[in-house]
């Protein structure tokens, strides 16, 4: 199965920087790649996919980039809403594979 | 109001059965494949089972091969988990998500499930 690897594992940020995050796949897996947000007592959402195409209601300040194996989401300026966890998954290969996770928190 | 809410966890000892269910509201489901997530601190997310449209095809992340099983009910908006031979690395948050073109792209808000003696 494909390995995602997410660095850094923690993230601090101040409100309004950028955050930059990576996520590393063990081959190639085109440009399917999706991202996610996980916030305590809150559902999961799917935050922006293949390429750029965000999620119904996820704002602009959300963006990422890459292909093959190195991708990168980036938060442009960050909100109080936006100190989470994210995952980045591949939906290129079966099984579906997710990396471990990166924690924004307030720096 | 589109959601999935998720019940059934709880506590279990190893070796046991718990089935969770997951009820669907504001969209068809028999329109969507449909998917089981788990997540814990120490793993992050783990892809568990998924199931589609009309039930004929069903596949399980290795770990759960011969030991869950996902169903649904289209007419009763839900969908279900049976998990059997239950072990205390399956301790995790289990959401219930709606899987479109290979996308997670709505989920519950998860129900807790405990494997401990």
């Known amino acids: 199965e494909i390995v995602m690897t997410q660095s850094p594992a923690t993230l601090s940020v101040s409100p309004g920087d950028r955050a930059t995050l990576s996520c590393r796949a063990s081959q190639s897996v085109g440009v399917n790649v999706a991202w996610y947000q996980l916030r305590p007592g809150q559902a999961p959402r799917l935050l922006i996919y293949g390429a750029s195409t965000r999620a119904t209601g996820i704002p602009a300040r959300f963006s990422d980039s890459g292909s093959g194996t190195e991708f990168t989401l980036t938060i442009s300026s960050l909100q109080s809403e936006d100190f989470a966890v994210y995952y980045c998954q591949q939906y290129n290969a079966w099984p579906r594979t997710f990396g471990q996770g990166t924690k924004v928190e307030i720096k | 109001e589109v959601q999935l809410v998720e019940s059934g966890g709880g506590l279990v000892q190893p070796g046991g059965s718990l089935k969770v269910s997951c009820a669907v509201s504001?969209?068809?489901?028999?329109?969507?494949?449909m998917s089981w997530v788990r997540h814990t601190p120490r793993k992050g997310l783990e892809w568990v089972a998924n199931?589609?449209?009309?039930?004929?095809?069903?596949y399980y992340v290795d770990s759960a091969e011969g030991r869950f099983t996902i169903s649904r009910d289209n007419p009763k908006n839900s969908v279900f988990l049976q998990m059997n031979s239950l072990r205390v690395e399956d301790t995790a948050v289990y959401y219930c998500?709606?899987?479109?073109?290979?996308?997670?792209?709505?989920w519950g808000q998860g129900t807790l499930v405990t494997v401990s003696s």
């Open positions: 998500v709606r899987d479109s073109y290979n996308l997670l792209d709505l």
């Open positions: 504001g969209f068809t489901l028999n329109n969507y494949w």
């Open positions: 199931i589609n449209e009309d039930a004929t095809e069903r």
